[in-house]
């Protein structure tokens, strides 16, 4: 799956693809939303939900990641360096 792949199926395509694939990367709260962030293959996607894991506010996709830095100390890393 490419970015731009992901980017032109539906939103029931897109959801069913992300907790079958994607691997979850952590959670983080924005204003009055819960955001969950995935990796699927080489991009980044966030999952914005008005009510958790229910009403889908919007959904944003990345290469970069600079979408990372929200979530940087939910990520263990001690174990990645030796």
Known sequence: MTLSGFQELCLQEKTRLLHKEGVYIGKRRKDAQIVLLYQLEGFYVEVCYYRYRRD???IRTSASVQLLE?????????????
Request: proline share 12%.
């Open 56 to 58: 889908i506010s919007h």
């Open 70 to 82: 929200p979530y940087l100390d939910q990520i263990p890393v001690e174990n990645l360096v030796s």
